[in-house]
């Protein structure tokens, strides 16, 4: 079936979907600002409404996006910037005021629902890992404090990368070096209802497999049985990179005797351009996993793991950001160019 962008994320959001302790399963899109002609608030919210996209991911909490997305009703995750961590997590103080500012002045119009403290911070931030939790905890006294710590959940977005052993799922357990950080963690999204918090890249699996993953397996192509990955010890048959990572995080979990927290997906996504050495950086591929991808999380299918428990969902991103550095690839994961024109039109295939 092949149906416009619009109509795709109008099909979103009427689906009655459910998803174990975190309310309703969803498809949000992550909004980045590496952007030369950065539109915009008012005209990002526009293209928003447009689209009927009802949750949003930033990676900040700028307050002009804010102001814009009052009384929209679009639910919002507000994020601490890496470069703020350390401030935050060594003041109560401190963290108490970031409330204040980015989220106190904001509420109830605008309809913030989770704080993203960090990002990658054990990959990208190691130093300021020791200090990640108690950030947390600061940002949460603050919130109970305000009274909203109920309607507001905190957590902190990981790299898959923090997951060794990924397959089979498994045996896939959390680095080690950062017990220290997972455990306090972990303790505190099942004491608050939060989620663990996962990015999961299966273009950057595939890029790095070297022809072990094939690119169906990424792109949740269809398999032929004989072609889908078996995990030996639970016999669990996996048809897609995406599955099997998160399985991955649930077992992780599991090693360390966490069983009842959710995961959520707060980047996934796929670039429609790339250099030489990205061959499979296309529109056409970009087109096909996050089509995929949206209809997997919807239709409510779950992982081998905890089938019918579905994954809510970001995808990276609502524009290209032709600010980034790297490779051509980095430029290159929005749905949409800076003037608003998407940079393809999304369709899903079978069933929906």
């Not at 009655?16 to 952007?35: E, K, M, R």
């Amino acid at each position: 079936m092949f149906i416009t962008f619009m109509a795709v994320l109008l099909l979103f959001f009427m689906l009655p979907l459910s998803i174990s302790a975190s309310g309703d399963a969803f498809i949000g899109v992550n909004i980045g600002s590496d952007i030369s002609d950065m539109p915009g608030s008012t005209e990002i919210v526009s293209l928003l409404k447009a689209q009927s996209i009802q949750h949003v991911r930033l990676y900040d909490a700028d307050r002009a996006l804010l102001l814009a997305l009052a009384n929209t009703g679009i639910r919002v995750t507000v994020s601490v910037p890496n470069d703020q961590l350390l401030g935050i997590g060594q003041s109560n103080a401190t963290a108490a005021n970031w409330v204040t500012r980015n989220v106190i002045a904001h509420v109830p119009a605008t309809n913030i629902t989770a704080i993203c403290v960090g990002s990658e911070v054990l990959t990208t931030l190691p130093n300021a890992a020791p200090i990640i939790v108690s950030a947390i905890n600061f940002i949460h006294s603050a919130l109970v404090a305000a009274n909203l710590d109920q309607q507001i959940k905190i957590s902190s977005p990981h790299s898959s990368s923090i997951i060794l052993d990924s397959f089979p799922p498994s045996q896939a357990f959390f680095n080690r070096t950062w017990n220290p950080v997972m455990v306090p963690m972990l303790k505190f999204l099942q004491s608050t209802g939060s989620y663990l918090m996962l990015n999961v890249y299966p273009y950057y699996d595939y890029q790095q497999s070297n022809g072990v993953i094939p690119l169906d397996y990424a792109l949740f192509r269809p398999l032929p049985p004989n072609k889908e990955a078996v995990d030996s010890n639970t016999l669990l048959h996996y048809t897609n990179v995406f599955d099997a990572v998160v399985d991955a995080a649930y077992f992780a979990m599991s090693d360390l005797n966490f069983t009842n927290i959710p995961i959520m997906v707060t980047e996934s996504g796929w670039p429609s351009k790339g250099d030489s050495s990205e061959s499979d950086a296309t529109v056409d591929n970009a087109n096909t996993y996050n089509s995929n991808l949206i209809r997997h999380v919807l239709n409510n299918t779950g992982t081998p793991k905890h089938p019918g428990i579905a994954v809510s969902t970001y995808i990276y991103e609502l524009y290209n950001e032709d600010l980034r550095s790297g490779p051509v690839s980095e430029k290159n994961w929005g749905l949409f160019y800076a003037n608003g024109e998407p940079v393809y039109t999304l369709h899903l295939t079978g069933s929906t």
